[in-house]
């Protein structure tokens, strides 16, 4: 016996356990799979989620914004071109925001007139608020005369007022049924030059002047005198619809004009009338009098169709790529590598360049866009996919299936490849923001036209804003805001992704 026990009783010796039955017990916690357990990792990472969040919330607006919005992506108005958001009955409550505002500085008093002149006849009021005013000095005849100058913001979309328009006498004729039917003033009596000094570049002036500058004649009491005409010599097409207030029946509403009639019409109600609807532009209208809301929606749309299928179809090429040169090394491996690094050298942009001035001729231009973003968009994931399979290849699994007859697409395909699908899955969600971002510069830069094929493109809109960013900086914000919240939620997506698949961290509950 060793001599360090000797001074030990003997009675304190028993046995630890005499009549217990040992056996497994129960796990107290429930086994999660590789990719519940990713969930589990994923779902602690707050920025990834927030940023999953927004990636569903843009999606949803890509699919749902242009089934809202009450216009086409083909209908255009070449008044309303570049104005801001616009809900009537929003602007109405001086909420401040969906008013068609814009702001103008040194408005003189006959510009302020001209405001209160056209909501007079309209009753639309494009004035919202007066920002400001200060006094101007001038020089004139040796006298200083001081005139007052006004900073205010203005609803473009009653500002634009009245225009002439030229149309058959069926048209006239439709627009006086509308006005009857619905009660709204279209059409307003017709002002010839000669009675308003000669003035015929502004169909806004209905009312008496002083002088070609369109000074107002004001009455005593400051009200404006009409200069409607009168004269039946000139008159169109017969008016029999109903008429603005102090019309006693002589004024004249309609002028002849080469087989058809010129007319004086309030704009915001004739919109009504062609479109059976108020303007309504929730983000405002781009260049080309495209409703904005329904554009950015469209362009979106297809954007991540496009990415998700161009990600598709490199993930297909490049996994199948990558899992034969992993796979099989050697002289097999050599070859492959060598024509991805030739593939690799050749520029994108010169080949999507040379793609859309040549392929797209004979294939179209998705097509060709297409196989430029595929030629070497996959080269990436088969590098990645050859890695992992370096990395699984010579596991004892893999040993095991080749020890038991297995073939060696099963092996490839049904031992390998999953257990390199989580790195591989992250890598291809990371492709999307790319392809999104090059897309968006090739058709920005105008290398790309995508207009013929999906009616616009975030890309399109954001090169159409640009030329208006000074005085319509919501034509390049919203479309510019969707792509950046989206290219830098897919990349923190992404990132998460990449850390819940990473093996190393499986299992760890921080």
């Known amino acids: 016996m060793d001599q360090n026990f000797e001074h030990i009783p003997q009675e304190k010796f028993e046995f630890a356990q005499l009549d217990a039955h040992i056996h497994d017990t129960k796990f107290e916690t429930k086994a999660h799979g590789y990719f519940a357990d990713a969930f589990i990792r994923f779902k602690k990472n707050k920025s990834s989620v927030v940023a999953a969040c927004i990636i569903i919330f843009l999606v949803i607006f890509a699919i749902l914004a242009p089934i809202i919005s009450p216009y086409d992506i083909k209908q255009k108005d070449n008044i309303y071109v570049n104005f801001g958001p616009f809900i009537k009955s929003i602007a109405d409550t001086e909420v401040g925001f969906f008013d068609g505002g814009v702001v103008y500085d040194s408005q003189n008093e006959n510009q302020m007139l001209v405001f209160r002149a056209m909501a007079e006849e309209t009753g639309n009021d494009p004035l919202i608020k007066i920002l400001g005013e200060q006094d101007k000095e001038t020089l004139k005849r040796g006298q200083t005369v001081i005139t007052k100058t006004y900073k205010v913001r203005v609803n473009k979309y009653y500002a634009v007022g009245v225009r002439y328009l030229v149309m058959s006498y069926e048209e006239f004729q439709k627009i006086q049924d509308f006005q009857n039917e619905t009660g709204y003033q279209v059409i307003l009596p017709y002002v010839e030059a000669k009675d308003i000094y000669g003035i015929s570049d502004n169909p806004n002036i209905w009312y008496k002047v002083s002088d070609n500058k369109g000074t107002p004649a004001l009455d005593k009491d400051g009200n404006f005198v009409p200069a409607y005409s009168t004269s039946k010599s000139k008159a169109g097409a017969e008016y029999n619809s109903i008429r603005i207030k102090g019309d006693d029946g002589s004024y004249i509403y309609s002028y002849s004009k080469s087989g058809a009639v010129q007319c004086r019409i309030n704009y915001f109600n004739y919109y009504r009338y062609v479109n059976n609807r ?119 699994y893999v040993l095991a299936a080749k020890t038991l007859g297995a073939k060696d697409s099963r092996i490839m395909f049904k031992h390998i490849f999953p257990n390199a699908l989580g790195t591989i899955i992250t890598s291809c969600v990371l492709v999307i923001p790319g392809v999104i971002s090059s897309e968006t510069t090739l058709t920005y830069l105008g290398i790309v036209n995508l207009s013929e094929f999906a009616g616009t493109s975030i890309g399109v809109l954001m090169s159409q804003g640009q030329a208006a960013m000074t005085t319509s900086p919501h034509a390049m914000f919203f479309p510019a805001l969707f792509v950046s919240l989206l290219l830098i939620s897919f990349n923190l997506f992404g990132n998460g992704l990449r850390d819940a698949f990473n093996p190393s961290t499986r299992g760890v509950e921080d």
């Open 278 to 396: 108020e303007p309504m532009f929730i983000f405002g209208t781009n260049s080309i009098g495209q409703d904005l809301f329904g554009a950015v929606g469209i362009g979106a749309r297809f954007s991540l169709v496009f990415a998700i299928l161009v990600s598709a179809i490199n993930l297909t090429i490049g996994a199948i790529y990558g899992a034969i040169q992993g796979y099989y090394g050697g002289a097999v491996d050599l070859i492959l590598d060598r024509i991805a690094d030739i593939l690799y050298e050749v520029p994108f942009m010169v080949v999507a360049t040379l793609f859309q001035l040549h392929l797209a001729q004979k294939v179209g231009v998705v097509p060709s866009f297409l196989f430029a973003f595929v030629l070497t968009g996959w080269i990436g994931m088969a590098a990645l996919t050859r890695k992992q399979f370096y990395r699984f290849k010579g596991q004892e």
